[in-house]
Structure formats: structure tokens, C-alpha cells
């Protein structure tokens, strides 16, 4: 097969794989209701202007900008649905499963050349033959990925930052091997890019420089680096006082409190299959056959891969393994000494290294343990999708709101057990235009309830910047809703509290991860109430 020919299969075969990738993210994009933290997405986008986030006049307590103003157009542009908010986001993960092909094939490629014992034309050719089957193999892995998949479904920022990573890695692998300025102005461009989207791309960026250090050519790729980085500073200086606000902001760097343990430990687990093989409610049999699957599939193919790249391109092997390592050892050193601050999501930042190394690990296996590892990822893979399309993993707002809003009246108040959960409430009581005169956004804090210490919104708009005691304005409601999810307190605590006021359940209904309990003060009751 000549050159061309090759190339163009090879891109045919990238190109049936994006589609594949691209059907399973859009299959059923609006199919979940929206939850908190893309109902937050879609309030900060709508309710700013570009330069308010970009100078953080309007920031959240976490991120960077750049997700939000891109959120904002792309929102202009595709409606305000719950496929429209999350229509970018899909895109994005579409785009990086052809720059993830185009990634493993140069690595790939260099691998074989550098262990091929042929010499010239034929040595070249198998390596390129290698290289093409190695980017395929993690194109498909990427578009198939259960991770992958639910990030691209969903209105935040990690399917845009796996997408940027993953072009950036490309462009850092290219300048490394040539030290061209030019390659580096577009390589110092992206990490800029990067920089404004999360965090966790700074351990990305270390990751490089460890890469940069053990280069062979480290003598002048590490001052030429260095400058590189100092242009990237520059790019992000606008940013910084932000930053520093957002880090002073009391409680801000405890991200998990007691379950940041858990969010490690799962970290393997969820890169391979997902979060819906088995997670915290599945039973410990189906939680092993997750751990055993991450473990051949996965797992033992990256390590090999791994180590194949760092006995033939040192600095590239570097590179990779700071990719997966550093966003999860760093925050775990952090964990262990100040304060919870990972989640696996953050962590999703090394995704892409993580699959890479998968598929130049799984050319590398002897035939047998490749068929094993294979028809593993094959069954985990299958069966975490499976799950993924029938089962619900987002909180129920959309089934909630319908409930909750449909007899919003004067003599109605809606509460909600958490200040947050008044956002994706009124994301459907905006879309349907029906939203209550009256809500408050409860304060339990883990403690059984004497009072009603709320935030009030008053017609959707938020009226106090601290929780407030309103035990009487609220008791003065003939009816009373309250919705739950995933509370500090059980529904009965709240029952108790309420009967105390003159008040009896009469309706309870369960949505996924919600309930809403109606309550209605009887007279009989309320004149016992002393």
C-alpha cells in the first residue's frame, strides 16, 4: 500500500470513529434533566457579559473564566435546552477524538522507529504502520469512553479542557522535537488557553516541564521553555486578582470534605468504565469486577505502554506519566497535609495520556493477554454505557420542578433543603415561565432544625447575601413545599420541625436523588402549637 493510499485510510478509519464518538454523545444529549452545577453554568453565562467573567467582576468560587464565556455564546447560538446548554460540551469531546488519534500515532510512531532492528525505508514504514494502528486504537477507546461520554453530556468545563490538553500535548510533543519558535508560539498560545479553563491544567504544565528536563536536547529546550512560559504568564496576569480572591474565600480549598478519600481511591476505576459499571450504592461483587476490569483493560496496558515510551523517548514517557500522575498525587500530598481539593473530574484532565498509554500498551501485549485485555474493556465498556442510556445519573429537577411549580400560588412557599438547589429549580421555572413569587433556599447545615434560616429569592431573584431568619414570614403559609436533594437532614426531621407548627405531611413524592414533601397547616394542630 503506498503513502496516500495509507493516509487516507487512516484517516477514513479516524473519521468513522469520531462519527461513532459523536453519535454516542449526541444519542440522548437532552435525555437528563439539568442539575446543579450546570444550572449554575447556564445562570453565571446568561447573567454576565464576556468582560465581566474575563476580569471576574462575575466569577464562581472555583474556575477560571474561559468555560463561561464560551458557555454564554455557544448557549446564544444553540438555545437554552437542556441539549442546547450542553451542545459545546459535546462538540468538544467529538473534536479531541481525531487530535487523540493524531497524538498516540506521533508517539507511537517514534517508539517503533527507535525499536525496529530494520534499517532505512522498511524500518520507517512499519513504525508508520504501527504508529496508524496505535492512534486508531485511541481514538476508538476516547469516543467509546464512559467518562468521556458523560463529561461531553454535561454543561461544564472538562470536556473543552480534554479537548485543549490533548491539542496543546500535540503541539508541546511537535515543539519538543523540533525547538522551533514558531511551533512554540502556538504551543505557548494553547497553554495560555488551557490556563483559563481549570486549575488542575497546571499539573499538566508541570508535567511538561519534567518532560522539557529530560529531553536530550534539555540544554536549550529548558531556557526556551521557560521562555514560552513566561509569555503564558503574561497571558494569565489578567487573572490573577481574581485568583487570589477565589482562594481567600473562606472555605473554598475543601472541595469533598470526608469523601475525597473515596474520589481517589475510585480515580482508576472511573477512567476505565465510568461512574455507572458501579459506584458508592452498587454492592461490593459488582465493585470488584469494576476494579478487576480497570485492572486488566486498562491499567495493565497503560503501565506497559508506559514503560515502552520511556525506554524509547524518554522525555515524551516523562511527559505522559507526570500527565496522569501529577493531577492526582499533588492534590492526594495536599489531602493528606491541608485540605481536601480532588475530585476525579479534576482529575479527568489526564484522560486522554491515560488512554494513550492504553492503546500503545495493548499493541505491545503478546497476543493472548491482548485478546484478555481487549474483550475486558470490550464487556466494561458495553455494560457502563448500557447503564449510562437507562439509568438516571443526574438529580431529578426536571420532574421535580413540574411538581413543585405547577401550584406556585401566594399561599404557597417552595423551600429547597440547600441555598444551591434554588439554581436548577429556577432554570425550569424560567424556561416555562412559571416562577414562584416566593422561595427560600434552607440553611440545615447538618443540624436538626429550630428555625427556618433561609436565603430568599423574591420572583426568581436573590434577595439576601447571607441566610436570614425567616421562621415566621414562612410559617405564615397555609402550604408549605419542600424539596430535598441528597439532604443534610432526613425527610422526617423536617416532618417533626413542622408538626411542631401546626403543620401535617400530606404528599410525598420521590424523583431520582429528590423527593418533595407537601405540607399544610391544619387548624387543630396549629392551635396546640405553643
Not at 494513550?356 to 484478555?372: E, F, K
Request: hydrophobic fraction near 50%.
Amino acid at each position: 500500500m503506498t503513502a496516500a493510499r495509507a493516509s487516507r485510510t487512516w484517516w477514513l478509519g479516524v473519521l468513522l470513529i469520531t462519527c461513532a464518538g459523536a453519535a454516542l454523545r449526541l444519542a440522548d444529549l437532552g435525555g437528563q434533566s439539568v442539575w446543579y452545577d450546570e444550572a449554575y453554568s447556564s445562570r453565571i453565562a446568561s447573567n454576565s457579559t464576556a468582560w465581566e467573567l474575563f476580569t471576574g467582576q462575575h466569577r464562581d468560587s472555583g474556575n477560571p473564566p474561559l468555560y463561561y464565556i464560551a458557555h454564554r455564546w455557544s448557549a446564544m447560538l444553540f438555545g437554552d435546552s437542556e441539549a442546547g446548554q450542553r451542545m459545546f460540551a459535546a462538540l468538544c469531546g467529538v473534536l479531541t477524538i481525531p487530535l487523540l488519534a493524531g497524538l498516540a500515532r506521533a508517539l507511537a510512531s517514534g517508539i517503533f522507529r527507535s525499536s525496529l532492528p530494520r534499517d532505512g525505508g522498511e524500518g520507517t514504514e512499519a513504525a508508520r504502520v504501527e504508529g496508524n494502528i496505535v492512534g486508531l486504537i485511541a481514538a476508538a477507546l476516547f469516543a467509546v469512553s464512559p467518562l468521556s461520554v458523560e463529561l461531553s453530556n454535561e454543561a461544564r468545563t472538562y470536556s473543552l479542557v480534554h479537548l485543549v490538553v490533548t491539542l496543546n500535548a500535540l503541539l508541546f510533543v511537535r515543539w519538543l522535537s523540533s525547538l522551533n519558535w514558531r511551533d512554540g508560539l502556538f504551543y505557548m498560545l494553547t497553554t495560555g488557553v488551557a490556563c483559563y479553563l481549570h486549575y488542575f491544567v497546571v499539573f499538566f504544565i508541570m508535567a511538561q516541564g519534567l518532560a522539557v528536563i529530560a529531553a536530550p536536547q534539555r540544554g536549550r529546550a529548558v531556557w526556551r521553555w521557560c521562555v514560552l512560559m513566561l509569555g503564558v504568564a503574561v497571558m494569565w496576569a489578567p487573572w490573577v486578582p481574581a485568583f487570589l480572591a477565589q482562594v481567600r474565600t473562606p472555605g473554598n480549598l475543601s472541595r469533598m470534605g470526608e469523601a475525597w478519600k473515596l474520589q481517589f481511591a475510585s480515580t482508576p476505576v472511573v477512567f476505565a468504565v465510568g461512574r455507572t459499571f458501579a459506584w458508592r450504592e452498587a454492592g461490593r461483587v459488582l465493585l470488584g469486577l469494576a476494579g478487576l476490569i480497570a485492572v486488566i483493560g486498562f491499567c495493565m496496558p497503560a503501565l506497559i505502554g508506559w514503560v515502552k515510551l520511556l525506554r524509547t523517548r524518554w522525555a515524551e514517557g516523562v511527559f505522559l506519566g507526570g500527565w496522569i500522575a501529577l493531577p492526582v498525587l499533588i492534590p492526594l500530598a495536599v489531602a493528606l497535609t491541608l485540605s481536601p481539593i480532588y475530585h476525579h473530574r479534576y482529575g479527568s484532565v489526564g484522560l486522554p495520556a491515560f488512554l494513550c498509554l492504553v492503546a500503545i500498551g495493548l499493541v505491545w501485549l503478546p497476543r493472548s493477554v491482548r485478546s484478555v485485555a481487549v474483550l475486558a474493556i470490550l464487556l466494561g465498556t458495553s455494560y457502563s454505557l448500557t447503564n449510562y442510556y437507562r439509568q438516571p445519573l443526574k438529580d431529578d429537577w426536571r420532574g421535580a420542578s413540574e411538581v413543585l411549580l405547577a401550584d406556585a400560588g401566594a399561599d404557597r412557599v417552595l423551600l429547597t433543603d440547600q441555598d444551591s438547589e434554588v439554581l436548577p429549580l429556577l432554570y425550569y421555572a424560567r424556561r416555562h415561565q412559571t416562577v414562584p413569587p416566593r422561595l427560600y433556599g434552607l440553611n440545615t447545615g447538618g443540624k436538626t432544625p429550630q428555625k427556618l434560616s433561609a436565603v430568599r429569592y423574591q420572583d426568581g431573584t436573590k434577595q439576601d447575601a447571607d441566610f436570614v431568619d425567616y421562621t415566621a414570614e414562612i410559617l405564615q403559609s397555609p402550604r408549605i413545599s419542600l424539596a430535598l436533594c441528597v439532604p443534610n437532614q432526613p425527610l422526617d426531621t423536617h416532618r417533626v420541625f413542622f408538626e411542631q407548627h401546626g403543620y401535617r405531611l400530606v404528599h410525598e413524592r420521590t424523583f431520582y436523588r429528590i423527593t418533595v414533601a407537601d405540607f399544610e397547616r391544619v387548624p387543630e394542630l396549629s392551635a396546640k402549637t405553643p
